[in-house]
């Protein structure tokens, strides 16, 4: 095989890699369900909202491991509230749903009262948490700290709305 057709399978596997969610690292291909730019995006997004609120907010995006993959504070953002948008992320992660609708659900005599009390404290049963899907899969999740539980509800509602408008940006 010359050298020209080596690098242009090279080329196509690579080029068909990025389009099914691959990129290049250090030891190969890896999946990217969440990628760094799609995450810094949003959050930009969900900031610039927040300040038109009046309100100084930590959010984070992981991927759908629930692995973060960027945490944004704003100024003047309380320093508690790093923590709880990351473990919003998990919280999404882990149960499939917002936080705010596990909260309904582990209300005192719900299906799954004192759910908060397991994964090493890392659940979450108030709003601000919400699952991220493109095209019906989940690829993420974002936290949104800072504010009021109804504040942090609606923000997160907000990025999650707006969540396939900044995909389309990219």
């Known amino acids: 095989m010359e050298q020209r057709e080596i690098e242009a399978i090279v080329s196509e596997v690579l080029g068909n890699a990025k389009r ?101 404290g890392r659940i979450v049963v108030f709003g601000g948490g919400e699952v991220l899907k493109r095209d019906g899969v989940i690829i993420g999740a974002l936290g949104v700290s800072g504010g009021s539980a109804q504040q942090d509800t609606d923000l997160a509602a907000y990025g999650k709305t707006i969540f396939g408008e900044v995909i389309k940006c990219l």
């Open 20 to 120: 099914s969610g691959l990129t290049s690292a250090n030891g190969g291909l890896v999946r990217t369900s969440m990628p760094l730019a799609l995450a810094v995006k949003l959050i930009e997004r969900i900031e610039a909202k927040a300040a038109e609120w009046n309100m100084r907010v930590v959010t984070a995006v992981s991927d759908a491991s629930g692995r973060p993959v960027a945490v944004h504070c704003m100024d003047g953002a309380y320093m508690g509230s790093f923590d709880v948008a990351l473990n919003k992320t998990y919280t999404s992660i882990a149960f499939q749903m917002s936080t705010a609708e596990l909260g309904k659900l582990s209300g005192p005599g719900e299906s799954l009262y004192g759910i908060q009390f397991t994964n090493e």
